[in-house]
Structures are given as C-alpha cells and as structure tokens.
C-alpha cells in the first residue's frame, strides 16, 4: 500500500512538471507550439501510456470558428419582412380573371365549303375557356387587365383574394395597347383597394419589382426579380387591321408564365409600374424574358377607357426603321447618324401635308420567301421631335403615344441630304384601318374560327393525348402569307396550328 502510495506521489509530480514546462514554454517564446505540444505528450505517453486520449483533450491548436454577426441575420430577416409585409398588402388588389368564349362555328366559318344550296349549320363545340389576371383600378369597380385576355369573352368571372367571386362587364378595350378595362360590383366581404401608380420615367434598370398574379391557374402567386432593360417595342394592333408599335416596354426576368397577362408589375413600395402582358420563351413557360405595359401608357389610356370607352392616339402617317449600320450601308446614308428612317409616307397624311419625305429609289436587300426584298432609298431621317433626340424609330412612338394627342402640332427635325430642316406637323388621330396598300392581305377570318379550325385539326389529327385544357392565338406571317398561330396545350403537350388567315387552310401543324 506504502509502495502504491509513493507511486500516485510520484505521478502527480509528474503532471505537475508537465504543466510547468507547459507555462515556461508559452513565456519564454519556444519554436512553435507544435514543438512544445509533441514534448509533452512524449512524457504523457511515457507516464500514462495514453497519448491517444490525451491530444484532443488537452491540446486544441486550431482557433474555433466565429459565429457570424447578429446584424447579418437581422438585414435578411428585414429583406424578408418587406416582401412578405408588401405581399400582404398589395394582395386584396389583385384578381384573377376568368373567361368563357364560344365556340360555335357556322356559316362562312367552316372550315370546308357545302354544296349549293346546302344550308350552312351551325356546329357547337365545347366552349373555350381562359384565365388571366387583373387589379383593382378604384374603389367604384374598375378592373385593369389585358385586351387579350377578355377578348371576344362572354362571360368573365373575377375572383377575389379571399374567394369570393363576382361577374363582370367589359367597359372599353384598346387593342394597340393590349389593355381593357372592367366593371364589377364588389360582392359582400370584399373591400375594394385600388393599387397606387407609379410616377412615369421612374424606373431604372437594375430595380427590384414584384410580379402578383394567377401563373398556369395558380392564384395569388408571387415572383420577384429585376428590370433587366427598358424601351422594349411590339407590334400591335393587327387584328385591327393595321400595325402599329408598342413602345416603352418594361423587360424583367421576375418569372411570368401564361396566366399572369393582366396582373399588376409592382416596385418595392407596392406602386404599378407595369401591367404583365408578355413573355419570350421557346417552352410557353418563364425563361427569365418578360414584359410589361409601362405605367406611362396606364396613366393615359385607362382614363379615357373609363371616360369616353376610347383613347385617341395622336397619328403622324410614316413607316419606317431605326438606323442601323446594315440599312446605312444598303440605302447609302451617312455613318454613326442615328434617327428614323422614313421608308414611306401615306399620301394625304400628317407628314405628308407637312413635307416630310420617304424613300423613293428601290434597292434590293436580298431574297425574302416572297421574292426579293425591296427597300428604298431617299428619305428623311428624323432626328429629333420638339428638340427630344430621336435615337431610333420607337423613340419617335413613344413621343406619339405618351407625349402628344390629335391635333397637336409638334416640330420635327429631319436630316435630307446632309443638312437638318425643321418641319411643323399637325398630328392627326390614328386611324382603326391603315390605308391601303398597308392592310392589304390581312386576316379575312376571326380569331374563334381560327380557333375552331385549330381544334378540329388537333383533334381529327390526335395532335395531344390529354383535354385541351389552353389555347391562344396570335396573327404572324408565314412563308408571306398572314396567318393565325394558335396553339393548344393539354398541360404535358403544346400543339401549333399555322392557319392561313384569308382562306382557313391549315399549313403546318406540329407538337411539342
């Protein structure tokens, strides 16, 4: 007992010269603490025979890892709060849409011609059926969303945040710029709150914005992203029988797929600063390539849609084209000399009582499907309107659509052959129907007999395996010729029907 007495003593001692050397290791500044760390646990090793057990206890080299700052927590936390604070708020604004088209097809809207004097039946087929989205423009009823969505509707049901439903009435639509205007009697329940507008010429690329709508039926949905560019421009207007631009687009890569069209595009203070209308995707879903109307058409537009059921667009009478290095070259015009070039005048029109000139001397721009291209060289270059620089034609437009009305008169600045002339133009109204030769070949069937056509070659064909549960169509050139796109989706498949839209002939299908 003596012997195991007098040998704990010595162990103990031992510990003790162990820490000692520990200390005076760490004061006198010995090579390295790796050094000093294999020292002892050697004389561990030799007194316990536990190295193992012993390093990690004892023997920590490594600093611990820093917890990261409460403040970062808290930033994302408040980014958080605000989106979700603004989603609730800006919600009870937001609607979906509903629509119930017919399909009936009778008359000279068979796809196939009778006998003489066989009497024309008429054939139903099952009602179409669309949805889209909207928001509460004022507390009296009014409903902002686009043309396209209650185009040709008989029936549309708006359907509020929390439920609840009502009918509604179409008081005024403007095809040119793909918005309508609603009328609803809010049902019991449902508290109208009107969405704030946006100042216009606000928005940079580069800021947040929210997009709220019903994507593929799915209500209430929200996505965020960016404005990843401005001054976007679409043809519009030609199932009214001319085209015309749609200038001042808002791109954003917040996600956008079908069902979103009407639905309000929104900054972070929960203002419009668009209205959702299109996308650009190979696969009818979000590709990161959307656009919206810009609040400065919105702000000009919806008041005259609810005031006199029509907007009158102020209407200078050219076409034309951007300066582009390749048109420079072709048509012989000066270099880096930016404006729109103008290719034609319509006779007895603004410009043309004004002086303004198109081109007159033709110049072969290579092989279309038709036959050759023919532009033609000559005419004036506006570079300015009222002293604002005209960089390319849609700057031009845009003046038009959100500066100027009819009867205004506006000075434009030209270039002809090399010096620049001022010339005083009395803008007139934009006519429904372009004169001729520019509505020349366009569509001499409707969109719901396109429609009926593209459904019958669907089926007949067994195009898609499932019920078409979605259908759009739009106007396009096919090989020169005007034609109806429509498309068919039964949720897995999409169907195209390209049907020529003077004689209903179908001239390409395919599935995707």
Same mark, same amino acid.
């Given at each position: 007992?003596?012997?195991?007495?007098?040998?704990?003593?010595?162990?103990?001692?031992?510990?003790? =010269?162990?820490?000692?050397?520990?200390?005076?290791?760490?004061?006198?500044?010995?090579?390295?603490?790796?050094?000093?760390?294999?020292?002892?646990?050697?004389?561990?090793?030799?007194?316990?025979?536990?190295?193992?057990?012993?390093?990690?206890?004892?023997?920590?080299?490594?600093?611990?890892?820093?917890?990261?700052?409460?403040?970062?927590?808290?930033?994302?936390?408040?980014?958080?709060? =605000? *989106?979700?604070?603004?989603?609730?708020?800006?919600?009870?604004?937001?609607?979906?849409?509903?629509?119930?088209?017919?399909?009936?097809?009778?008359?000279?809207?068979?796809?196939?011609?009778?006998?003489?004097?066989?009497?024309?039946?008429?054939?139903?087929?099952?009602?179409?059926?669309?949805?889209?989205?909207?928001?509460?423009?004022?507390?009296?009823?009014?409903?902002?969303? %686009? %043309?396209?969505?209650?185009?040709?509707?008989?029936?549309?049901?708006?359907?509020?945040?929390?439920?609840?439903?009502?009918?509604?009435?179409?008081?005024?639509?403007?095809?040119?710029?793909?918005?309508?205007?609603?009328?609803?009697?809010?049902?019991?329940?449902?508290?109208?709150?009107?969405?704030?507008?946006?100042?216009?010429?606000? #928005?940079?690329?580069?800021?947040?914005?929210?997009?709220?709508?019903?994507?593929?039926? *799915?209500?209430?949905?929200?996505?965020?992203?960016?404005?990843?560019? *401005?001054?976007?421009?679409?043809?519009?207007?030609?199932?009214?029988?001319?085209?015309? !631009?749609?200038?001042?687009? $808002?791109?954003?890569?917040?996600?956008?797929?079908?069902?979103?069209?009407?639905?309000?595009? =929104? %900054?972070?203070?929960?203002?419009?600063?668009?209205?959702?209308?299109?996308?650009?995707?190979?696969?009818?879903?979000?590709?990161?390539?959307?656009?919206?109307?810009?609040?400065?058409?919105?702000?000009?537009?919806?008041?005259?849609?609810?005031?006199?059921?029509?907007?009158?667009?102020?209407?200078?009478? $050219?076409?034309?084209?951007?300066?582009?290095?390749?048109?420079?070259? =072709? #048509?012989? #015009?000066?270099?880096?000399?930016?404006?729109?070039?103008?290719?034609?005048?319509? @006779?007895?029109?603004?410009?043309?009582?004004?002086?303004?000139?198109?081109? !007159?001397?033709?110049?072969?721009?290579?092989?279309?499907? @038709?036959?050759?291209?023919?532009?033609?060289?000559?005419?004036? $270059?506006?570079?300015?309107?009222?002293?604002?620089?005209?960089?390319?034609? !849609?700057?031009?437009?845009?003046?038009?659509?959100?500066?100027?009305?009819?009867?205004?008169?506006?000075?434009?600045?030209?270039?002809?052959?090399?010096?620049?002339?001022?010339?005083?133009?009395?803008?007139?109204?934009?006519?429904?129907?372009?004169?001729?030769?520019?509505?020349?070949?366009?569509?001499?069937?409707?969109?719901?007999?396109?429609?009926?056509?593209?459904?019958? !070659?669907?089926? %007949?064909?067994?195009?898609?395996?499932?019920?078409?549960?979605?259908?759009?169509?739009?106007?396009?050139?096919?090989?020169?010729?005007?034609?109806?796109?429509?498309?068919?989706? @039964?949720?897995?498949?999409?169907?195209?029907?390209?049907?020529?839209?003077?004689?209903?002939?179908?001239?390409?299908?395919?599935?995707?």
């Amino acid at each position: 007992m003596l012997q195991t007495g007098k040998y704990r003593a010595f162990l103990m001692i031992g510990a003790l =010269l162990v820490v000692l050397v520990l200390v005076v290791a760490g004061c006198n500044g010995l090579p390295s603490v790796s050094d000093a760390s294999q020292g002892v646990a050697q004389a561990v090793e030799t007194v316990t025979g536990a190295v193992e057990s012993a390093k990690p206890a004892v023997f920590q080299t490594e600093p611990t890892a820093t917890p990261a700052p409460a403040q970062v927590v808290e930033v994302k936390s408040t980014d958080q709060e =605000l *989106l979700a604070d603004l989603y609730d708020r800006v919600l009870p604004s937001v609607v979906n849409i509903k629509v119930t088209k017919s399909a009936m097809v009778g008359g000279e809207q068979l796809p196939f011609d009778l006998p003489p004097g066989f009497p024309h039946p008429d054939v139903p087929q099952a009602p179409l059926r669309g949805e889209g989205s909207g928001w509460v423009y004022d507390a009296k009823g009014y409903i902002v969303t %686009n %043309n396209h969505v209650v185009e040709d509707a008989e029936e549309i049901i708006v359907t509020f945040y929390n439920g609840l439903w009502a009918k509604a009435e179409i008081v005024a639509t403007d095809p040119q710029s793909d918005l309508a205007v609603l009328k609803v009697d809010a049902p019991e329940g449902v508290d109208l709150k009107p969405l704030p507008l946006d100042e216009p010429d606000t #928005l940079r690329v580069g800021y947040t914005v929210v997009a709220i709508g019903a994507p593929f039926g *799915l209500e209430s949905t929200m996505t965020t992203g960016i404005v990843s560019a *401005l001054g976007r421009s679409f043809p519009v207007g030609m199932a009214t029988g001319g085209r015309y !631009t749609l200038p001042d687009v $808002i791109q954003t890569d917040a996600a956008i797929n079908p069902g979103n069209s009407g639905g309000p595009l =929104l %900054n972070l203070n929960g203002e419009v600063v668009g209205v959702n209308f299109a996308i650009e995707s190979p696969v009818r879903g979000s590709s990161g390539i959307g656009f919206a109307i810009p609040v400065s058409i919105v702000r000009r537009v919806i008041p005259a849609l609810i005031e006199e059921g029509v907007y009158h667009y102020a209407y200078l009478g $050219i076409s034309g084209q951007s300066v582009t290095p390749e048109l420079a070259d =072709l #048509l012989d #015009l000066p270099d880096n000399v930016l404006g729109a070039y103008v290719a034609q005048v319509v @006779d007895g029109g603004p410009a043309d009582k004004a002086g303004v000139k198109g081109g !007159t001397r033709p110049v072969q721009a290579g092989e279309g499907p @038709d036959g050759p291209i023919t532009l033609y060289a000559g005419g004036d $270059i506006i570079v300015a309107i009222d002293g604002h620089p005209v960089r390319q034609f !849609t700057d031009l437009v845009s003046y038009l659509v959100t500066k100027a009305e009819p009867g205004q008169k506006v000075t434009l600045t030209v270039l002809r052959d090399g010096k620049e002339i001022d010339l005083e133009v009395t803008l007139g109204e934009r006519p429904k129907q372009l004169p001729a030769p520019e509505t020349e070949g366009k569509a001499g069937i409707s969109s719901s007999a396109a429609v009926a056509i593209a459904r019958d !070659t669907v089926i %007949n064909e067994k195009l898609l395996k499932g019920e078409i549960k979605e259908t759009v169509a739009r106007q396009d050139t096919y090989k020169g010729r005007d034609v109806w796109v429509v498309e068919m989706s @039964d949720g897995r498949q999409t169907a195209t029907v390209v049907i020529d839209a003077k004689t209903g002939d179908v001239l390409e299908t395919s599935v995707r």
